[in-house]
């Protein structure tokens, strides 16, 4: 599994979230770090990326 990053979009902010790619893709919030993440596999994380990509 990867290191934890943010979107380079966040400036810095704190009301982020963080994405771990591996296996699976792994997101969770910045600010509660402590409840733990979502899994999604990465064929659904690149669909989700592609879909907001377009906006």
């Given at each position: 599994?990867?290191?934890?990053h943010?979107?380079?979009?966040?400036?810095?902010?704190?009301?982020?979230?963080?994405?771990?790619?591996?296996?699976?893709?792994?997101?969770?919030?910045?600010?509660?770090?402590?409840?733990?993440?979502?899994?999604?596999?990465?064929?659904?994380?690149?669909?989700?990326?592609?879909?907001?990509?377009?906006?």
């Amino acid at each position: 599994m990867s290191d934890w990053h943010k979107s380079s979009y966040s400036s810095g902010g704190q009301n982020c979230v963080e994405v771990a790619e591996g296996p699976s893709t792994l997101v969770r919030d910045t600010q509660n770090r402590e409840l733990g993440h979502l899994a999604v596999s990465t064929t659904e994380w690149s669909a989700l990326l592609a879909a907001v990509s377009t906006k």
